[in-house]
């Protein structure tokens, strides 16, 4: 039973994170990209979810989430500069990670909960 | 082999080297092109069907008619579902290959939710057929036999209705979707199974054009239109039915529509992530993409899956909530 409230809370939580993404992805996301248009990670997302529903500005939000998140990893195959996610102000940083962990999390906790169910 | 047959071209080729590539005698030839006006003296493109005569006699079969009627058919389903910049035709090859390969991909959800609905559809034009045979009779004895069909068909209504939410994970135990519809290019068909494919092929591109318009706007109608259905299913003295269907059926369609398109994005992205960073795959080429297809077809099926399950809980959950 713990589980499967674990399971219903996860997916409430992601059906309510769909507005803060719609927020994210109309509003602040052109301004964050903006610090990261030398960033092939950013730009190659970018390009390949083109024609994604929404122009794939859901994965999009995902993927600067990612970059602020983990920006030493991707640095490291040369995707980013770390330097670049430094001078993204706090308030867009938050923007775009909270969505994201928002959804991974869900979906983690819907993931763990349905095979303990 | 006897009888006309039909096969579906799988490349676009001009019509003379079609025709060359299947070596008639001149007899046959006369035929062929009386059979196959749909595309003669045209570039033959994929998904079209080619109809080849029956040996046997010069004249026209009724059996040949009936083919020469699928193929228009299926001509014109081909050509209006995209006629602006031929998508279905240019990418007939890989809707064909996400159809059966990921039994998961949220576009190919429609064509087995069509075919649920028109189930559905069917039950319940025999449901309504039963009201009006008891009504025409309207005798006491004809009342009981109607109670026990009825019920019959209430069972197999719920059933039906059980599976509403699948969201096309259903097709699983049923094989890969290729299988269940029957669609390969490379093989041949027989008059009977044609109509399978014409229905098919409207399904493809119906899928098509709702891949390319938003495949959320194909669900949101999907969803709209089995509500109505439901509604007409609940008839007097199933209220309680009625009430809990619409709890856990509309918690398990919105925990997997939710799951589903979440779980596209979410997986999308990390498909691209992993190939990019594990792998040092570019951002921006075929391979990307295919690490995004990958990617986003696993994450769709696998958070729509737990999305409906989840979703059902959470509807039986309500539904006791609100009746206690």
Known sequence: MDFEIIGMCSLALMLLSFPIVFSAMFKKLDAAERYM???????????????????????RVYAMGMVILIPKVIQWRGMVLAEDVEKIPRDLKYWMVIPTVTAYLSAVGMTISWFLI | MQG?????????????????????????????DTLNQHIRNTVVLPGQLVIIGDPRTAS?????????????????????????????????????????HASLGI?????????????????????????????????????NEFLAKRSVLFTRLDGQLSGLARLGTGLKNEGSIKKMLGISSKRYWHHGEIRGYEETVKRVAK???????????????DVGSTALEITEACSTGREQECTRTKYVEGSKLVGSVGGASAGGALGALA??????????????????????????????????KFGSDLGENAGKFLYKSTRD
């Open chain 1, 37 to 59: 248009q030398y960033s092939s990670f950013i730009v190659g997302c970018r390009h390949t979810f083109r024609n994604a529903p929404f122009e794939g500005r859901p994965q």
């Open chain 2, 4 to 32: 006309p047959y039909a096969f579906i071209n799988d490349r676009p080729q001009p019509y003379p080297q079609l025709k060359l590539s299947l070596s008639f005698n001149p007899h046959t030839q006369t035929k062929f």
């Open chain 2, 60 to 100: 026209c079969t009724a059996e040949e008619a009936r083919l020469m009627q699928s193929a228009a058919n299926i001509k014109h389903a081909l050509l209006a579902h995209s006629a602006t910049d031929h998508f279905l035709i240019k990418n007939y090859d890989q809707l064909q290959a996400i159809m059966s």
């Open chain 2, 107 to 143: 576009g190919s959800v429609t064509s087995a939710w069509s075919k649920h609905l028109m189930q559905i559809e069917q039950t319940l034009q025999e449901i309504d057929e039963l009201h009006k045979q008891y009504l025409r009779n309207g005798t006491a004895s004809a009342r």
């Open chain 2, 207 to 221: 899928a098509a054009e709702i891949l390319k318009k938003g495949t959320y706007i194909g669900i949101a109608l």
């Open chain 2, 271 to 304: 498909g691209i992530g992993a190939c990019a960073i594990v792998f040092g795959i570019p951002t921006a080429g075929a391979g990307a993409l295919a690490c995004a297809i990958v990617g986003g077809a696993a994450g769709g099926f696998a958070l729509g």
